[in-house]
């Protein structure tokens, strides 16, 4: 079991790093292209903006496929659409290519996430999701600083985008050596989408969507906002992606804990409260190299410590959907961020970059809103039946 399972970490790792890498290579990319740097941030829209929008819909129009077919087809659409990005000297073949980039990933990761639960026996499931899942942290921490730091090597961000499509292949090629699976249970798609139409549901994925867009308005333009600490040296600047991507996977790992010992209200909260005023003090902390490594750790911590409590707020107000609410989930994080650079492309005009920081505060607080909106909904609506109620006592801490 455990080789399968690693192929499909692979496969994730190379989806996260696309999805994280093209913000420490963008002032590059947009020299190259020929477009001012709040522009080629719709690189970045493209790819999570497709990835969130055709996520559901993907997963509804192949689910009978083989699921060999399946991945073989996400990763011909995923490699075919970031060779392009390397090749190309126009932005808007570029932009196509981060859309067909971002296809191919929202077909891959739903299918690897249930192949992972279809090849680990019950008692084990969790184990190997949180395995698979594992590649997706990597991204965070190594994928995106690597990328970063090979193009500063090189000169070229070009090279990072080969480095991506190296990384899709070998991926693709694991994925042809798995054991046969089974094909899931068609699911229509306005089943996919009918949670939404529950209040409670709808408020948590706004929160997540907020959340998200608070944080990757940053994020986006993170070379420019970080240069007075980075010096414009691509080196420094992969080593604080580093050092995000460390404490990101730090905030992954321990939030599971802190939801079961604290309940999820406690630790969305304290999540967001920390992340907005990390981010209303960042025109100051990202001056100085120090600071920023504390600033820095802070958003790797809260960002990405804030999935697990989210996901388990959606999961236990409304179990009997868990399967299709993960996937909302997923696709609510991709929304936020194909926002971010639209967000902060509007904000730097007349702000400038290093006060895109409180922007994304704005945002985190909006969220905080809307998460204390989404908890007073369930109390008032808590889970239909007894035993339900009864298993999720963290829903009223």
């Known amino acids: 079991m455990h080789r399968p399972l690693l192929t499909l970490a692979t496969a994730m790792f190379a989806i996260g790093t696309d999805s994280f890498v093209i913000a420490g290579i963008l002032p590059d990319a947009a020299h190259s292209l020929h477009v001012p740097e709040t522009t080629a941030g719709w690189l970045l829209t493209a790819y999570a903006l497709t990835y ?23 990763f011909t659409l995923f490699t075919t659409g970031n060779l392009l990005t390397a090749l190309t000297p126009t932005f808007s073949t570029a932009l196509a290519a981060r859309a067909l980039a971002g296809l191919g990933g929202a077909m891959i990761t739903p299918a690897a996430v249930a192949a992972a639960t279809a090849l680990a026996p019950p008692e084990h499931r969790g184990r190997a999701i949180a395995t698979v899942m594992t590649g997706l942290s990597a991204a965070t921490a190594l994928g995106a600083p690597l990328g970063t730091a090979l193009a ?10 080969l480095f991506v499509t190296a990384l899709g292949l070998l991926a693709a090629a694991g994925t042809t050596l798995l054991p046969a699976l089974p094909t899931p249970p068609a699911i229509p798609l306005h089943t996919r989408l009918a949670p939404l139409a529950d209040r409670r549901i709808a408020l948590i994925l706004l929160t997540t969507v907020l959340a998200y867009t608070g944080l990757y308005t940053v994020y986006s333009f993170i070379g420019t906002s970080l240069d007075r600490a980075t010096g414009g040296n691509s080196t ?7 050092i995000w991507g460390l404490a990101a996977t730090a905030g992954t790992l321990t939030s599971g804990t802190l939801v079961d010992r604290y309940g999820n209200r406690r630790v969305i909260n304290t999540a967001l409260t920390l992340a907005a005023l990390d981010f209303a003090l960042l025109p100051w902390t990202s001056a100085h190299l120090p600071t920023t490594i504390a600033a820095l750790t802070l958003w790797g911590l809260c960002g990405w410590g804030l999935l697990t409590p989210q996901t388990h707020r959606l ?3 409304l179990p009997t959907a868990a399967p299709l609410l993960t996937g909302l989930a997923s696709a609510a994080v991709y929304t936020g961020v194909s926002a971010a650079p639209l967000i902060g492309q509007a904000a730097m005009a007349p702000l400038g970059a290093h006060w895109l920081g409180p922007v994304g505060a704005a945002l985190l607080t909006l969220a905080l809103g809307t998460a204390e909106a989404a908890h007073t909904l369930i109390r008032r609506h808590p889970p239909q039946h007894a035993s339900e109620t009864r298993a999720q006592p963290s829903l009223t801490k």
Do not use: E, H, Q, Y
């Open 52 to 74: 969130a929008l055709s996520g559901p819909v993907m997963a509804a129009l192949t689910t009978r496929w083989p699921r060999r077919t399946l991945f073989l087809t996400g």
């Open 315 to 317: 999961i236990t107000t």
């Open 152 to 161: 500063g090597l090189t000169g070229d961000w070009r090279t990072t985008m």
């Open 236 to 242: 420094t600047l992969a080593a604080l992606l580093l």
